[in-house]
């Protein structure tokens, strides 16, 4: 098989394999999708599975037929996924492509991640979760590293109908009325873009865009939700330097078998992003 890092899985039943793909934010083709579908029903029980990260699973493929499968898999430029001490596939929302509340191109960073770390060795696994803002969508906080979009709100009164739709729809109680002025509050805000989205006349506008790099996340046996690294950096360049310094860190200091937020919680949460933040 021409992929080395082919990801083959053992069924219970024996002589039985899932085939887990690979897939960038969960975009597939249509034409890579009808591939798929031929090779369930050629090789497998003629069903798949969708996976919680975004990939697709072919199961009951037997042990003689996993190179024929694979090849046609690679014809169609379907990749295998990843299983180990790797990372994982990158999942990610639809962010600002298409949903109204995504605050940065999520398809973007989650390429940019799949093309420099997918695969990469590591102490444990590493997921990676994209989300376009804090809706989590996601699943930004529930990964070892997290990028999630921000949109810090600035309120612009000019056509302002005194609706209160902005405190309504502020899950963080972040905007309070004084008069026929509605204000912020910076510490409580979370910079979800609620207001700047549901406020009927635009009163709400997005005065700045930035990322939240997470870290620490995981689901499991011990689950944990991953904390910012910082305070939101501006652009895509900054987020990804962070991520570089945090993936590096972790290769260093990580145990074998130990996820990322479990290194948190043995060496200190407050050392390591301290000391994540001071590299170079």
């Not at 360049?237 to 043995?266: C, F, I, N, W």
Request: charged content about 25%; overall charge positive; some cysteine.
């Amino acid at each position: 098989m021409s992929d080395t890092y082919s990801c083959n899985i053992r069924q219970k039943q024996p002589g039985l394999f899932a085939l887990r793909l690979h897939a960038v934010g969960g975009n597939l083709t249509v034409q890579q999708l009808q591939t798929v579908s031929q090779i369930a029903e050629k090789y497998g029980a003629g069903s798949i599975h969708i996976t919680t990260r975004q990939g697709i699973e072919i199961h009951h493929v037997s042990k003689d037929d996993l190179a024929a499968a694979q090849a046609d898999l690679d014809a169609a430029g379907l990749k295998m996924g990843a299983s180990g001490n790797r990372v994982r596939i990158i999942i990610a929302c639809p962010g600002s492509s298409s949903c109204r509340y995504g605050s940065i191109d999520t398809k973007s960073m989650a390429a940019r991640l799949d093309e420099r770390y997918f695969r990469m060795e590591a102490p444990y696994k590493i997921k990676f979760g994209v989300t376009g803002c804090p809706n989590n969508c996601g699943k930004a906080r529930e990964a070892d590293i997290g990028i999630m979009g921000a949109r810090t709100p600035e309120w612009i009164g000019t056509d302002c109908v005194q609706c209160d739709a902005c405190i309504q729809f502020c899950v963080a109680d972040a905007i309070t009325k004084d008069g026929d002025r509605y204000i912020r509050d910076e510490e409580k805000c979370i910079r979800c873009s609620a207001c700047s989205v549901r406020c009927p006349k635009g009163c709400w506008q997005p005065n700045s865009f930035g990322y939240t790099v997470l870290i620490g996340g995981t689901l499991g046996k011990r689950p944990r939700l991953g904390t910012p690294l910082t305070e939101p950096v501006a652009t895509e360049a900054e987020a990804l330097e962070l991520v570089d310094r945090t993936v590096s860190y972790y290769k260093e200091h990580g145990q074998p078998r130990e996820r990322l937020g479990h290194m948190l919680d043995r060496l200190g949460e407050e050392t390591v992003k301290q000391a994540i933040l001071a590299s170079a």
